[in-house]
């Protein structure tokens, strides 16, 4: 607790620091993963090659594809931008089979309805499937949230600063203090995202709501 007070301001930046590099890839991840989903669902023949084919993605090792992406990508080994485009890989990863689910989850007879109703298939896309398939599609981000806080530390490696260079830091001066507290950081950071998509979730679904408990 004592070494904590005493680093505050450098562990407050780190987690700064680590959140942005752990919600970017989110937000990119979930803007790729929504069409693919899409192509996935509504093509039978596509489902398993963009399924499994973006699933085998997860399989690279973390640190490996970091150091990769300054190969592909032309930019220095520290460039926080290795991190972002790597995570945004693995997010996509995770979501594409996500998408597709909770798109199938929307009964066919609100969609029929829709379409009797005269809604065109992209406001019927964006206007009542989507929006119903936001539980489904929620589930996996949070896992996607959870797994990038986790997967950044890893660059630590490289020495992108965040929060994995409490573990680093501690690690060569054999001292626990840091790690300990790299650790906590960790947990409250993957649980402030997972409760702020669930409140995201639960905001743009309004109807899940009604009749339930108070």
Known sequence: M???????????GLMVTHAVLSVIPLVIGLVVAVPLGWLAWRYRLLRTPLVAGTGLLYTIPSLALFILMPLVLGTGILDPLNVVVALSVYTVALLVRTVADGLA????????AATAMGIGPLRRFFGVQL???????AAGLRVAAVSNVSIVSVA??????QLGSLFTDGFARNFLDPI???IVACM???????????AVSRAVTPWLRVGSPA
């Open 188 to 198: 409250v950071l993957a649980l402030a995202l997972d409760l702020a998509i669930l």
């Open 131 to 137: 929006p119903l398939a936001v539980p489904v599609i």
């Open 105 to 112: 989850s929307v009964p066919d007879e609100v969609l029929q």
């Open 156 to 161: 630590a490696l490289l020495g992108i600063a």
């Open 2 to 12: 004592n070494w904590l007070l005493t680093h505050l301001d450098e562990v407050g």
């Open 180 to 182: 300990i507290v790299g």
